[in-house]
């Protein structure tokens, strides 16, 4: 079954620091670009980053350029974001999601969320 | 680049159908097919219903279906059923920062 887990989330102080993770499973890792998308409570949906198959190319909205890192490690078959300078506006699910790769642009996987809350 | 324009809610009866509009820019709706939508049922995660506009993945519902004229993506839902109540997101491929920009999101009731 093709599956994927977020874990990390969690409680953070403003100013903080977070890993979240996402492991895959049921599908060849590495062929795929994946994503995070990520949800303010009662709010709507917010791409927040994309990473190629190979782990290459990196792509952020300007909002969140210099404070957020995608990263994948295609031999864990696992993605990675690390969230730096944590403020409260940054308090909300964390999805990932599979991404097709090559002029394609469908989150066709995603997995059940991670919550993350920016609070002191 | 702000998000894609949706109406905040829509509503019909069992058997019925209903449209879901999509409005953005020629720099992402009006310029590329990389239109798709999401259902998401409360405390769930998006699920993928339509992409490239008009196309469904393997296992959704024929009563699903896209269309998109110029800037303005359509949804719609024939035959509607209880378990269609849920909030639908259009996301767009677009030209600039961010990458990928989602609609408002619509909130359907089944009366």
């Known amino acids: 079954e093709v599956q994927l887990l977020e874990s990390g989330g969690g409680l953070v102080q403003p100013g903080g620091s977070l890993r979240l993770s996402c492991a895959a499973s049921?599908?060849?890792?590495?062929?795929?670009?994946m994503t995070w998308v990520r949800q303010a409570p009662g709010k709507g949906l917010e791409w927040v980053s994309a990473?190629?198959?190979?782990?290459?190319?990196?792509y952020y909205p300007d909002s969140l350029k210099g404070r957020f890192t995608i990263s994948r490690d295609n031999s864990k078959n696992t993605l990675y974001l690390q969230m730096n300078s944590l403020r409260a506006d940054d308090t909300a699910e964390y999805y990932c999601?599979?991404?097709?790769?090559?002029?394609?642009?469908?989150?066709?996987?995603w997995g059940q969320g991670t919550m993350v809350t920016v609070s002191s | 680049q702000s998000a894609l324009t949706q109406p905040a809610s829509v509503s019909g009866s069992p058997g019925q159908s209903i449209t879901i509009s999509c409005t953005g820019t020629s720099s992402d709706i009006g310029y590329y097919n990389y239109v798709s939508w999401y259902q998401q049922h409360p405390g769930k995660a998006p699920k993928l219903l339509i992409y490239?506009?008009?196309n469904r993945p393997s296992g959704v519902s024929n009563r699903f279906s896209g269309s998109k004229s110029g800037n303005t993506a359509s949804l719609t839902i024939s035959g509607l059923q209880a378990e269609d109540e849920a909030d639908y997101y259009c996301?767009?491929?677009?030209?600039?920062?961010?990458?990928?920009?989602f609609g408002s999101g619509t909130k359907v009731t089944v009366l």
């Open positions: 490239d506009v008009s």
């Open positions: 996301k767009s491929y677009a030209n600039g920062s961010p990458l990928y920009v």
């Open positions: 049921g599908f060849t890792f590495g062929l795929y670009a």
């Open positions: 990473i190629s198959g190979s782990g290459d190319y990196t």
């Open positions: 999601a599979r991404k097709c790769t090559t002029s394609c642009h469908r989150f066709d996987i």
